[in-house]
């Protein structure tokens, strides 16, 4: 019984893995699915309603206190008469109540609300951050994905072309026409192609994961990327004036904005620190029954602490620290933020000048001369040797085209990253 148990698991296991889906999108159609699905998309959003709900905690006035006291749960002889407080109850009985409202004084209230509202701006940022930094994950590994599902390609066109070779050249050895040795050599040609095709499957797995992560797709989900948009047009970023760019990047990137926003909240939080100096007032009123110079006794009264040893001068100090912190801290991105720019644009400047190195003509007659090339080793115009130089040439021209390519790719979404929009 066991047996078939694990008969039919290892069945159902299988029918699994070969019912593999292929999704099949666009780069257009991924970053819909990223800006819907990703987790650590969704996780900042919350906590963004989280940090509102902060504000409205902070806009409610604080609770009243009432208390009930100096009740006596027994009576002695020296009790003093008193009639019932309400129908037969009560008499001879002493009771107080007390309600208190606490007032805070130096507008605390709507400064500590300009502080958490200052926080949920900080959030909002925050969010735009995150998001910023998991597009350009999102887009390079879809490049890289673009990348390697191109270069398997190219290895599978040449192992088409061998294949043919090797069918022809096995007819021929089992005619005795051709030595073993020249068949074995093209055969292993051939497996160190299939070896590279294995390596860059490998590769393509490792990069979905990132991206099924990114997306939130089944794990048991293949993903294949259309072509398009793994060729850059760089003409957009060749026209631009790099010092007007890095004075706009301050109104587009979330770092920098994040940076004013701690300049303000260290701003408001000494403004609130300020306050705290300021006691704040206690307003009550009380009922006293049979236990003062009044049967019935309502007094109303104040109270407030005495600022004579905590000023709150310890926080006012940091407060103000923190405020010439946030103002070396903004100082600072400026400088990261220009950095990058220049850094960026010059990488994509010079990627670009490289592939436009690369005649536009360049990769068809590569595809043409292959096959050229296999005509020619067919017909025995040219030697083995011949074919497999040129076969490394192929490869490795093809290899420094998609890289170049790749290159402009990225580094055009780097410069995006930097300027904190896309150009």
Known sequence: MRRILLFCVCITFGLQLQAQETLKISREDAETMFLQNNLLLISEKLNIESQKAE??????????EFSISEINLWKNSTVEPSPPFLGNFGRNQQIAFELQQLIQTAGKRKKLIALEEVD???AEQYFEDLLRGLKLEL??????????????KVHQNLIENISILTNAYQNQLNKGNISKAEYIRLKAQELEINKEILELTRESDEIQKELKLLLRINPNVSIEITNDGFVKDPKPYQSIFIEQVVENA????????????EEEYSNKLLSYEKAQRIPDLTFGVNYDRN????????GFGVSFDLPFFNRNKGNIKKAQISIENAKVQKEQTVLTIENEIFLSYKSLQQAIDFLNKIDTDYEADLDLLLGNYTKNFTSRNVSMLEYFDFMDAYLNNKRIILEARKEVNQKAEELNYSL???L
Do not use: C, H
């Open 120 to 122: 949920v701006s900080k």
């Open 250 to 261: 301050k109104e587009n990137r979330p770092d920098y904005k994040l940076a004013l926003l």
């Open 55 to 64: 504000v409205i905690q902070a806009r409610l006035w604080p609770n009243p």
């Open 139 to 152: 887009r390079n590994q879809l490049t890289e994905l673009q990348y390697v599902q191109q270069s398997v």
């Open 291 to 298: 236990g003062n110079t009044m049967l019935d006794f309502v």
């Open 420 to 422: 904190g929009k896309d």
